[in-house]
């Protein structure tokens, strides 16, 4: 049986950037993935995913913002390929609302360059808006969107650069701790054996994870890319040259989220909603996407974009893998410290890559991290409420 260093379990967003960091630190690396890298089953596909520091969800993970960006750089820069875009961001709401609210408190508390503008000037900066007239938005020069597929492929080049060996298309079946304080894995085509162990499974937690009974939702979601009327608005206001990226909840009107034209006025305007998802199991989840889910979508976007009036030009399906407070699960596994884990990242977790695998890294090489991750506690209440909320966590 092949024996090493770490074994990592999911070699898609965050398993692949582990891999890297664990590569780069000398550590001999095994990772394990079902499918092959760049590939659309999961949650790291789709073209582009927002980055942004401003962040609503909660202003402790600002910090871990600011490591992802130095991240995102030096992968762009190990890798060679074009990975992350500022464009800048905008985050619209009501003024009660926690689009609005949320963004403007972490900037605030940590300093970020940014704009408060009203609807007025929304409209007037960004003509393919037209919000409710009591809108209000943060805007945020740094922010922008990242490469889903990109970055998945260009993790795994690296870290096969840096030594790491990487299987694709081989499932894994099962994993066990040893009584040695190691951990044994099994899949389709063998048995492997190391010192410690990284699951990153993304939507099929709840297979690897089962143990922990963790209470994840998947969920299957949908992104749609329209056409918008070029007559009343032309091309070049919609692009990423003159476009931001884009959230907005105005009176509980159901919170959207997209992005610019990225690829051209053929490739259509893409956005979606943040929270509509349907419970789905990741090995059956339904791809199609129908008529009545684009018309819903579009009626919805166009409260904010009037000449969004065009037809569909694509849609896909995305899993999301949801916690009861939307928070993420990063830490070691309460029952072996040799094992460390990360998921439940609901929809919001990609712009974290690069600071994730660091923290992967270091959980499975010293059992510990500087980063701040107690908000992530896998044995928090919400996610284990019998048991009562643990110890804080330094941070």
């Known amino acids: 049986m092949d024996a090493y260093d770490v074994i990592v379990l999911g070699v898609g967003s965050m398993g692949g950037a582990a891999c890297n960091a664990l590569a780069e630190r000398g550590a001999s690396v095994l990772g394990l993935e079902t499918y092959q890298p760049g590939h659309d089953q999961g949650s790291a596909h789709g073209g582009s995913r927002i980055v942004r520091q ?5 202003p402790a993970y600002v910090p871990l913002l600011r490591s992802a960006y130095d991240g995102w ?8 390929r074009d990975l992350l875009t500022l464009c800048g961001g905008i985050y619209v709401g009501d003024p009660a609302s926690v689009t609005f609210t949320g963004s403007r408190d972490a900037a605030v508390q940590h300093g970020l360059d940014h704009e408060i503008l009203d609807a007025a000037q929304i409209r007037a900066r960004f003509p393919t808006m037209d919000p409710a007239d009591d809108a ?6 740094n922010a922008g969107y990242v490469r889903p597929e990109e970055t998945t492929i260009a993790n795994a080049e690296v870290a096969v650069r840096k030594g790491a060996a990487l299987r694709f298309g081989e499932r894994v ?5 040893t009584p040695d304080g190691g951990v044994e894995v099994e899949t389709g085509q063998g048995r492997y054996g190391a010192d410690r162990l990284v699951i990153a ?9 089962a143990d922990l009974a963790l209470p994840l939702s998947i969920e299957r979601m949908v992104f749609h890319w329209f056409t918008p009327d070029f007559a009343a608005v ?5 692009s990423e040259e003159e476009h931001p990226v884009y959230i907005e909840e105005t009176h509980g009107n159901q919170q959207i989220y997209g992005f610019p034209m990225t690829d051209g006025p053929e490739r259509g305007f893409k956005l979606g909603f943040f929270r509509l998802g349907t419970p789905t199991d990741p090995d059956d989840v339904d791809r199609v996407v129908r008529d009545e889910e684009s018309t819903v979508m579009q009626e919805r976007a166009r409260q904010l974009f009037p000449h969004l009036s065009g037809p569909v030009v694509q849609a896909k399906t995305c899993l999301y893998s949801v916690t009861p407070d939307e928070h993420f699960v990063i ?6 410290e040799q094992v460390a884990i990360a998921c439940g990242f609901s929809g919001h977790g990609f712009k974290f890559v690069p600071v994730v695998g660091e923290i992967l890294a270091d959980l499975a090489t010293t059992g510990s991290t500087t980063h701040p991750i107690g908000l992530f506690d896998p044995t928090r209440g919400v996610l284990h409420p019998e048991r009562g909320e643990p110890e804080p966590l330094p941070s």
């Open 136 to 141: 209000m938005a943060v805007y945020e020069a």
């Open 331 to 336: 830490g070691a596994h309460p029952a072996y």
């Open 234 to 238: 032309p091309y070049e206001r919609w």
């Open 73 to 80: 750089r030096r992968l762009e820069e190990e890798s060679g």
């Open 201 to 209: 499974p993304g939507a099929w937690a709840p297979q690897l994870l």
């Open 54 to 58: 401003s962040y609503f969800e909660d």
């Open 173 to 177: 079946l099962r994993w066990s701790a």
